[in-house]
Every structure is written in structure tokens, then in C-alpha cells.
């Protein structure tokens, strides 16, 4: 099967309007106070079956009509999900998430186990309703419900946190983490229901699936981690960058994607794992990760999402009540299972309803997950077109969902606690402790806290994850016992502040919130991080020579 000239034209064409469109709609949201995700997918809506297709022909003036096109497109997105999640596998740090090891995988087990049990007695009881039809595997039927119910989207996740500025707080780590072991128990259970009804695509035993998949994570955090700590010192030595090392990190995603993908699990786990095993590297320098990020979230990643519109005709097959149905089962598990078990870990109320709805995202794996299952006619249509619609709604009302929750009555901006007693136009300090106790001194004096135990408290939290957040920002924080209510202070360095990860910072906030914080502590972290997106208002802050001009600036991005 080759491409002629027409299936290039057509290829190129598509994935110029897809790009062109989500990246379009994503900053729209943006500017609305959304996720990106959010109009990424709807531009994919519109350029589907739902929309677009109601116009005889108009499709067919954009995307590949013939099959050998059709299937380049499909590689394009593929690779585009795989870059992705070798992207959020760069973000997260492997000690941070043994830190979090209780309450991820206490959030991750409850958010698994209420989703599981209700999707399987639904089909135990409903089955006709659900589409089940004589004939089928009738207990293959009942498992991959379960699984679709408790299954959530990795992807879908770590882009909404991405947008929202909460990758990299605590709250962040236990999401990603409790999804991390949420996906990969999921699809292995889809791997054995694959095995039941005899279809496995890869011919693979499911017992050797299970011990293979455990094999390659176990190798690649130990041996595959030691490696790849002597590879990247290497590859910065004897190669110009930043070719030569992207080269390096992408060749191995590919690998690590080829390989999960040939023993029966989707190709991503394999990115993801290449992803947190590179990104673990004291040796990968921050500028390296700014580079595959914003290569990666703003070209693959868009044309990803928007591809996932193009799935589905949301006319024909419709039944409400069967997509209702899905719906209401699915976020009551999910989002119940996930916040109840992190209330249990106590975690304060607004951030554990947060991650409930976090979690909650299913996305492309549930759209992977129902394809499959499509494929193998193990349901029909309209379950097909349910999980869908369920996929894009728990997607697309996960962000907007967790930015309310997140939020007090009042906004909460970094503003509101900053004085002039608070802010250091220049720091003495060019060192990460130094200038974190520089800033302690003043909090302390506002406080009454001493200033020994507000650098102590931030130091240990800076020793599970560097807070400086790229662009040349820090934002090192802590929860404080006695402390009545927030406190800011800023520290601004023209020479810059040495962080982990060869990183400098030359604007340095400290943010003290209460032992019991209900969220304030994420959304000042949030409002900091928007504030200071745009590179301008940097600049224009970094050259304030007192708190006025400080406050002009930062009001004006507001």
C-alpha cells in the first residue's frame, strides 16, 4: 500500500487544519479560564462526523478518503499520544511518588475498586439494556464494563493539570501517581479479557503479558535508570544539543512504545516509563525538558486530542438514556471512590474532591478501550457511541470542575498577601537554602513564626521536588502549624538563584499557608504560575526597583 500524491496532499492537509484548529481553540479556552484539552476536543468536534460530516463532501475535502491515507493519519495521532506521555513521564520525579506511596495508592485502590464493582453489577443486572447480545462472552462482557468504569485517562489527566498549573504540587503527584496504577492494572485486566474471548492481538499468553509488563517496569527503574544516569552525561559530552540528546530521549520513548505495545499493553505505558526513568536523571538539564515539552504540548499533543472528535457520530447510534446512564455510573464511582479515599488519607476537603474529579477524566483510554472492544464485538454501537460521549464529558468537565473547587469565594491571588515588608527587591542569596532562609527572615517577622522552623519546614519540602517551575521561576512553599493565614514574600535576584536541576530562578516567591489549608495553597501556586506565564510580565517585574512597581506589574497580568 502506497501514498500517492493525492493521500500526502490530503495527510498534510489534515494535520495542518487539526493543528491549526486545536491550537486555535485551545488558547481560547485559555483565555476563558479553561483547560486547553477542553477546546482542543471540541475543535475535533467540529471537524467530525458531528459537524462537519453533516456537510455532503466537506470532509472529504480535508482528510484522507483513501485507506493507505487514512492510515497515516492514524500513525500520526498514535505517535502523537506517545510523545505525549513520554512527556508527562519527564515530570514526575520517582521519589516523590514513593513520598506519596500511601495515599496514591489508597486513592488509586478505592477510585478502582466502587467504579469496578458498579460497572460489573450493572452488566451482571442490565446486560440486554447495556447491548449485550447472546452469543457473546457474557462474562468478557461483564469484566470490560467493570474495566471501562474504573479505568482512567493518563493523558487526558496530565494535560488538564499541565493547564491548570498543578502538575508539580503535591496534590499533582498523587493524581498522577494513583493513575499511573489505575491505567496499568486497567489494561491488564483488558488483557486478560482479550485472552477470554480468545482474540488477544498479539497472540501473547496473558500470563506471559502480565509478567513481561511487570518485568520491563521493574528493569527499567533499576537497570534501565543506572543506564540511562552514565548514557545522558554522554550524550551531552559528545553531541551538540539540543539534537543530540533529543535524538537519545526520543529514540528510547519510541523503543519503550514499541515494545509495551508488541506484548499486549497500549504503547504509552512503554513512553510513559522511558519518560520517568529519563526525567528521574540528575543529569537531564531543565532547559532540555522546556524543549521537549513545548515541542511536544504544542504540536503532538493538540493534534491528539482533536483527533478524538473525529471518532464518533454523535447522531447516528445516539440513545440518551443508554449515555446518561454510562455517565451517571461512571463519575458516581469514580469520583466518590477517588475522594472518598483520599479523605481517608486527610487530605483537606476541596483537594480531595479535586481529585476525584481529576481522576474522573477517562478520555482516550476510554475511547482505546471501547474501540478495541468494538473490534473484537464484544459491544456494539451504542455502547460504543456511550463511552464516548461518557469519555468526553468526564473529560471535559474535569478542569472546570477542579478550578471551582479549587477556588475560595474570593480568588485568592498572591497579591492579596504581599506588602511591602515582604518584598526583597534584591536577594543577598544566590543559593537555593540561603535564599530560602533570606525570605524566612521576613515572614518571620510578619508571622511571629520563628524563622528556623519556616526554613526547615520549606527545605524538607523542596527535598521531595525542586519548586522551581522553569521560565526562571520558584515557588518554594510550605504548610505551617499555628500560622492563621497565608503569607507571601518575594525575593527578586538579577544574577538568579541556583535550584535542583542546574535550574536558576531570578524571582523567587515563598508561600506559607495553614497546617489545615483547603486549597488556598494550590490556587496562590496557580495564580503565581499564570501571572508569570508570559514572559513580559517577567521582565518587567525582574527590572521593578521597589514593591509599587513590583505590584504594577503583576496587576497588570492580572
Not at 496504577?181 to 489494561?187: E, H, I, P, T
Not at 539540543?242 to 504503547?267: Q, S, Y
Not at 525542586?466 to 521561576?473: A, P
Amino acid at each position: 500500500m502506497n501514498l500517492t500524491a493525492h493521500d500526502i496532499t490530503a495527510l498534510l492537509l489534515s494535520l495542518g487544519v487539526l493543528l491549526l484548529s486545536a491550537r486555535a481553540l485551545g488558547e481560547l479556552a485559555r483565555r476563558l479560564g479553561q483547560p486547553a484539552i477542553l477546546g482542543e476536543i471540541i475543535a475535533g468536534i467540529l471537524l467530525g462526523p458531528t459537524v462537519l460530516g453533516r456537510i455532503p463532501g466537506a470532509a472529504d475535502l480535508i482528510f484522507p478518503t483513501q485507506p493507505a491515507g487514512q492510515v497515516a493519519l492514524q500513525g500520526f495521532t498514535n505517535i502523537a499520544v506517545v510523545l505525549f506521555l513520554l512527556v508527562a513521564g519527564l515530570e514526575v520525579h520517582l521519589s516523590t511518588i514513593l513520598r506519596q506511596g500511601r495515599t496514591a495508592l489508597t486513592v488509586s485502590f478505592t477510585g478502582m475498586i466502587l467504579p469496578f464493582a458498579i460497572g460489573l453489577a450493572a452488566a451482571w443486572l442490565m446486560p440486554a439494556f447495556l447491548g449485550f447480545h447472546h452469543g457473546q462472552n457474557q462474562l468478557a462482557f461483564i469484566l470490560f464494563m467493570a474495566t471501562a468504569m474504573a479505568i482512567s485517562a493518563l493523558p487526558v489527566i496530565a494535560k488538564t493539570l499541565m493547564d491548570l498549573d498543578l502538575y508539580r504540587t503535591d496534590m499533582g503527584m498523587v493524581v498522577m501517581a494513583a493513575a499511573i496504577v489505575q491505567d496499568v492494572v486497567g489494561w491488564i485486566v483488558f488483557a486478560i479479557i482479550l485472552g477470554m474471548i480468545g482474540q488477544a492481538g498479539t497472540g501473547t499468553p496473558v500470563g506471559v503479558t502480565i509478567v513481561m509488563t511487570l518485568g520491563f517496569a521493574v528493569a527499567m527503574c533499576t537497570v534501565g535508570r543506572w543506564a540511562v544516569n552514565r548514557a545522558v552525561p554522554w550524550v551531552h559530552a559528545h553531541t551538540s544539543w539540543p539534537g543530540g540528546i533529543l535524538g537519545f530521549v526520543l529514540a528510547l520513548a519510541f523503543f519503550g512504545a514499541a515494545f509495551t505495545e508488541r506484548i499486549g499493553i497500549h504503547a504509552i505505558f512503554g513512553a510513559f516509563i522511558v519518560g520517568v526513568v529519563v526525567g528521574d536523571s540528575p543529569h537531564l538539564q531543565e532547559r532540555t525538558r522546556r524543549v521537549i515539552e513545548q515541542f511536544v504540548s504544542f504540536v503532538f499533543a493538540p493534534i491528539f486530542f482533536a483527533s478524538i472528535g473525529l471518532k464518533v457520530d454523535f447522531v447516528a447510534n445516539f440513545d440518551w438514556k443508554l449515555s446518561a446512564f454510562v455517565i451517571a455510573i461512571a463519575c458516581a464511582g469514580k469520583i466518590l471512590g477517588c475522594g472518598l479515599g483520599a479523605l481517608s488519607c486527610g487530605l483537606p476537603k476541596r483537594e480531595s474532591w479535586a481529585i476525584g474529579f481529576a481522576m474522573n477524566a477517562r478520555g482516550a483510554m476510554e475511547i482505546i478501550l471501547g474501540l478495541l472492544a468494538l473490534e473484537y464485538k464484544l459491544i456494539d454501537e451504542r455502547l460504543f457511541v456511550a463511552l464516548v460521549v461518557m469519555a468526553l464529558v468526564t473529560s471535559l468537565m474535569s478542569g472546570p470542575v477542579m478550578q471551582r473547587l479549587l477556588r475560595r469565594p474570593k480568588s485568592k491571588r498572591i497579591v492579596d498577601f504581599l506588602s511591602s515588608k515582604t518584598f526583597i527587591p534584591r536577594l543577598r542569596a544566590n543559593e537555593r537554602s540561603a535564599a530560602i532562609a533570606e525570605l524566612a527572615q521576613v515572614l518571620s517577622a510578619t508571622t511571629g513564626l520563628p524563622a528556623a522552623s519556616i526554613t526547615e519546614a520549606v527545605i524538607a519540602r523542596e527535598a521531595m521536588m525542586s519548586t522551581c517551575i522553569g521560565d526562571s521561576l520558584a515557588i518554594p512553599h510550605a504548610r505551617m502549624p499555628g500560622l492563621p493565614g497565608p503569607a507571601v514574600a518575594v525575593g527578586m535576584s538579577a544574577e538568579g538563584v541556583r535550584f535542583d536541576d542546574d535550574a536558576t530562578a531570578t524571582i523567587v516567591v515563598m508561600v506559607l499557608t495553614p497546617e489545615e489549608d483547603d486549597g488556598v495553597q494550590l490556587e496562590l501556586l496557580a495564580d503565581f504560575a499564570r501571572v508569570f506565564r508570559h514572559e513580559d510580565t517577567r521582565r518587567i517585574a525582574l527590572k521593578a526597583t521597589g514593591y509599587l512597581e513590583f505590584i504594577g506589574a503583576i496587576r497588570t497580568a492580572h
